[in-house]
Each structure stands twice: as C-alpha cells, then as structure tokens.
C-alpha cells in the first residue's frame, strides 16, 4: 500500500458510520509502523476531543500495544532472552519514544569505569566491593524509599538518567552491568527484597570454606549498597518474616521469571498510583511472557 492510500484510510477515520469506522480500524491496524506517521500528522492536525481525534489516539495506542506484544513474543523465544531488551521493551509502555543508543550508552559507560578497576588477580569479593564502588559512589546509583516509588523509577530510560529507582531496577541493572563484564551473578526472586548470588564457577569456595549447596559463593543486597550476605543469614531473614525456606530463595531465577517480578513490581506501582491505562496495558501483555 502506498503512503497516498495510508492518507485516505486514515481520512475516513472522520466517517460517523461505526460500523465503517471498525472495517478501517483493522486496514490501518494491519498496516502496523507503517502508517503510524500519517496517524500522528493527523493526530496533531485535530481538535482535542473530538471523535477524529479519540479514534486516531485509540488506534495509535493500539499500535504500540501490539508492538510491545510481538517484541516481548520474540523475546520469549529467543536463546539468549536478554534481560535489557525485556525491559526496554516494558518501558516502552511508558515512554514509547525510548532512545534505545542512549540506554546503550549508559550502560556501556558504567561499564567501562568498572572493567578499568578490574583484574584477573582479584577475588570475588574484591571485584564485588570495586563494582559497588563505581556503580553506588561513583554513578551514585540510589535506591528510594518505598512511599516515593512511581511508575516512572521502573522505567530503565528514567533509571539511567536520574540515578533513582525501585531496589528492583536497580538490581536488575547491577546483574546486567555484572554479565557484560562476565561476572558470574544472578537474581533470585527472594519475597520481598530483591536480592543476588555470584555462582562459585571457579569452584572456589572450598579454599575459603564457604561451601553452599546451591553452589553460590555469596549473596549481594542491591538495595543495601551491594553488601554481602550468606544463605544462613537468608534462613534468619525468611524465619523473622516467617516464610518457609524454598529452594528458589537461594539459587537464581530465570530471566523470565526476573521479568514477572517486574510486571508485579509494575502493577504494583500503578494500583498504589492509580494508573488505570498503564495497568490495563500490563494485565493485556503480561500472557506474553
């Protein structure tokens, strides 16, 4: 279809019959990126309130949603399931203009002042106490207090250029950062607060008598500046809160299962905010994943 008839479909978006009305709506939707342009020239062209202007911002949005659905399909099936492209994809939600090169950069950035300090001669727990130097000190990564978390402290985009996020965010940013730098740690889906392992993979904790059946070395808090932590201080944390010990509160969690938490922590943010639209879109995408 050329750009000419994508004009004229969008045109008769102003027919009063709502039974043509539908018989367009799906046309344009077929037509997906292709004919967003049009809908947004004519989006900005109308007068705010109108039903012209109600029924092009519905089939725009409902552009988006089908989009965030199919990239969040294809990362489903995908090998490697990166955990930044999930997010990313999540954060469209919100911010559907994400500028992917910048989140990119960011990242690499934060990257490159922790490998600068890292060497082959280090042990884990000082390469763990270099990278919560340059991530919480030196990017002063923060994370805030419950009663101020929006929606917005979820977003990765917002996370990166303010330095303030959910304790959720900020761990899942600390384990993305760690893997590109071929740091073996993980996040465990622990009830309440997000919590991660570094994995013995050198096998190394026999030589510091550390030994774990999970086969982590140690635990890290994100939420508390990355301090370290072993499994038996998890068993005295899940009997003050009297919660059962389960094997999944010690040993990592897939990247899927890392992002239904964070749809939870989202839906969580939109109730307590009222966001009905956003938590809408949520519950429509969460079969997904």
């Known amino acids: 279809m050329t750009d000419r008839k994508r004009k004229a479909l969008v045109s008769l ?7 043509i009305y539908l018989v367009i709506k799906q046309v344009i939707k077929g037509e997906r990126e292709r004919i967003e342009p049009m809908l947004q020239e004519a989006l900005n062209q109308s007068l705010r309130g109108s039903k012209y202007f109600e029924r092009i911002a519905s089939i725009l949005h409902e552009i988006h949603i089908d989009r965030v659905k199919r990239n969040l399909k294809d990362w489903k099936m995908s090998s490697e399931k990166d955990l930044l492209k999930a997010l990313v994809t999540l954060s469209n939600l919100q911010q559907p203009s994400l500028n992917l090169e910048q989140i990119e950069a960011a990242i690499e950035n934060i990257k490159r002042d922790v490998w600068l300090e890292l060497n082959d001669y280090q042990t884990a727990f000082e390469q763990v106490k270099i990278f919560n ?3 919480f000190e030196v990017h002063r990564f923060e994370v805030l207090p419950s009663a101020q978390v929006a ?5 990765v985009a917002h996370v990166l250029e303010t330095k303030q996020g959910n304790p959720l965010i900020i761990g899942l940013l600390y384990s993305i950062i760690a893997h590109r730098l071929q740091l073996p740690i993980y996040g465990i889906d622990f009830p309440g607060v997000f919590i991660l392992a570094w994995m013995d ?9 550390m030994l774990n059946e999970y086969g982590v070395l140690f ?3 994100p939420a508390g500046k990355g301090i370290i932590f072993d499994d038996q201080q998890i068993h005295a944390f899940l009997k003050e809160i009297e919660v059962e010990p389960n094997r999944r509160y010690f ?6 299962g890392l992002i239904h938490r964070y749809l939870k922590a989202c839906e969580d943010s939109c109730k307590f905010q009222g966001d009905l639209t956003i938590l809408e879109d ?3 995408i969460k079969s997904e994943i």
């Open 201 to 209: 993979e050198k096998q190394v904790a026999i030589e510091v008598e």
């Open 151 to 155: 929606l917005k402290h979820l977003n």
């Open 13 to 19: 978006l102003e027919d009063p019959d709502e039974k």
């Open 251 to 256: 040993e990592p969690t897939s990247n899927t």
């Open 219 to 221: 635990y890290i808090n």
């Open 282 to 284: 949520l519950l429509e």
């Open 133 to 135: 130097y340059v991530f």
